[in-house]
């Protein structure tokens, strides 16, 4: 199961995006199985994108707790 696909949320997505949701307007491939090779393209795209948005937030947080690791020390220096 993905999320709803919307192309503004999944930009790296898009073209895939399009594949599938034109596979799925022939209701003959989407129920027989037809469509699967795009939704696996699909969804090796999105674990793509959310791995990297993913490893993004994780260096973010490692900043925000390196800056205030760094503010506590020199609070603790002051005191």
């Known amino acids: 199961m993905h999320p709803p696909l919307t192309i503004h949320r999944h930009p790296g997505c898009e073209?895939?995006?399009?594949k599938l949701e034109a596979?799925?307007?022939d209701w003959v491939?989407?129920?027989s199985g037809g469509c699967n090779d795009y939704k696996?393209?699909?969804t090796l795209c999105l674990r793509a994108e959310r791995l990297q948005n993913q490893k993004?937030?994780?260096a973010q947080v490692a900043?925000?707790?390196r800056?205030?690791?760094e503010?506590?020390?020199?609070?603790?220096?002051?005191s």
């Open 15 to 18: 073209e895939i995006i399009h």
């Open 23 to 25: 596979c799925h307007k």
């Open 29 to 31: 491939k989407k129920f």
């Open 40 to 42: 696996q393209e699909l």
């Open 56 to 58: 993004a937030n994780q």
């Open 63 to 65: 900043d925000k707790k």
């Open 67 to 69: 800056r205030v690791k």
């Open 71 to 78: 503010k506590w020390a020199e609070i603790e220096e002051n």
